[in-house]
């Protein structure tokens, strides 16, 4: 496979395997401390969302605790590669829960989420390229409002729990895996209906309030973290130019679980995310780095690509 | 009963940490792409190429008595090759092997019996 050739080319060029054999080391702590620090942060927002009833600050409350509950996708994204701790059915509890509260079946993003790593930034075979070039200022909006993500998200999990995988994704995942695929989605809706089920019994709002309002409107941040993955890098299998790094403080770097250490996983993704500070620190001068947080990304971004409403390419 | 195959000498056991694999050819054209590992001073021996997306488990990490896959992690039982995490599925091919004085070598099927 081309696209795997030239990374592992790429890779051995960078660091030697048994400098990657140190880092890649994996650890419970490291995966519990961030989900213990992780949790507080969402109860804490869930809890700004219950002072604030009744008044105005409900709306950037319900925003706030809605951003909490999209950098969930960060442990989503970790445990499905397995990194996230070492013991294996800790890892999968994690997924599990993740996976409930974003609303993504996860096995299959597991299958969807390998087809990205394999053919990142690669036009019509990855399977999570973000707002490919020419971007218009409308598909910039449309995107980080993340309303097509929570259409394809849905239909996915009711298509699966209907029994049908797209044709167009059946690349992904294997057709052994198929039945596996269908199981989980239905365990998934069987847990919404049983929620539901409840809230209407008890006459309880909580589920909209504490989770599907926030989860909906809060999609955005999850958005504008993940434009600055890829977007407006170059197309192509080399990882030193497909990915960016974004550096940004402490706090934001904790909460996305050194995911802005992107180039750095795509290089390598069985380093673990705890390590990949450290993996940054021996290999940043080879990869793509951006070193003025998020802002000045999606600023360069509309610098570069956007045509604004006038017409004019600015690029 | 006799095994169908030919041992062939694939490695130095020296050459083999603990808990770790090496990659090799073996074969009389170098055919076979072999994963050797040494898991508690025994040794394995399984296909070196991932049955998801061919990646070269031998870039991997040993995990206990799994080999995880370098590019999208997922785990293989080193003893059996039965695939025990997504996205793999298939599982891999296994091969008998034995030391000699300080040199591994794997029993693999020549080509004309597959
Ligand atoms: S190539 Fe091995 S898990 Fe995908």
């Known amino acids: ?315 | 009963m006799e095994q169908p195959g030919k041992w062939h000498r694939a490695a130095l056991l020296s050459d083999i940490e603990n808990d770790d694999v090496v990659g090799v050819t073996v074969g009389e054209q170098g055919e076979h792409e072999v994963a050797i590992y040494k898991l508690g001073g025994k040794c394995y021996a399984t296909a070196d190429r991932c049955t998801h997306q061919t990646a070269r488990l031998s870039d991997g990490l040993v995990i206990d008595d799994f080999i995880e896959c370098p590019l999208h992690q997922g785990r293989f039982h080193i003893p059996t090759g039965s695939a025990r995490s997504a996205p793999v599925s298939t599982p891999i091919r296994t091969y008998p092997t034995k030391v000699e004085d300080g040199v591994v070598y794997v029993l693999v099927e020549d080509l004309r019996f597959e």
């Open chain 1, 1 to 315: 496979m081309k696209e795997l050739d030239e990374l592992v080319k790429i890779r051995e060029q960078i660091i030697p395997r048994s400098q990657l054999k140190r880092l890649a080391k994996r650890n419970n702590y490291a995966g519990l401390g961030f989900l213990a620090f992780h949790l507080s942060l969402i109860a804490g927002t869930g809890w700004v969302v219950h002072q604030a009833m009744g008044t105005w600050w409900i709306v950037p409350a319900i925003f706030l605790h809605g951003a909490m509950l999209a950098t969930l996708f960060a442990p989503l994204h970790e445990t499905s590669h397995g990194t996230a701790f070492r013991t294996v059915w800790l890892n999968e509890a994690v997924l599990w829960l993740c996976a409930l509260i974003y609303i993504f079946p996860p096995k299959w993003f597991r299958y969807h989420h390998a087809f990205h790593h394999t053919y990142t930034q690669i036009r019509r075979r990855d399977s999570a390229m973000v707002l490919p070039r020419p971007i218009t200022l409308m598909q910039y909006l449309v995107y980080v409002s993340g309303l097509t993500v929570w259409r394809r998200n849905l239909k996915y999990l009711f298509s699966h729990a209907l029994g049908r995988i797209d044709p167009a994704e059946h690349e992904y995942a294997p057709a052994d895996q198929y039945p596996a695929l269908v199981r989980e989605a239905r365990i998934m809706v069987a847990i919404y209906a049983g929620i539901a089920a409840l809230a209407v019994t008890y006459g309880s709002w909580a589920p909209v309030i504490y989770w599907l309002l926030p989860r909906i409107v809060g999609e955005s941040y999850a958005r504008w973290i993940r434009i600055a993955e890829h977007t407006g890098c170059d197309e192509g299998s080399d990882p030193r130019a497909n990915t960016r790094t974004t550096l940004t403080n402490p706090f934001i770097r904790t909460l996305w679980w050194n995911m802005p250490y992107h180039a750095e996983h795509h290089l390598c993704a069985f380093v673990p995310f705890h390590a990949l500070g450290k993996f940054h620190e021996q290999v940043h001068d080879k990869l793509a780095v951006s070193n003025g947080g998020y802002l000045k990304v999606h600023l360069e971004l509309f610098r570069r690509f956007i045509r604004l409403r006038h017409g004019v390419q600015v690029n």
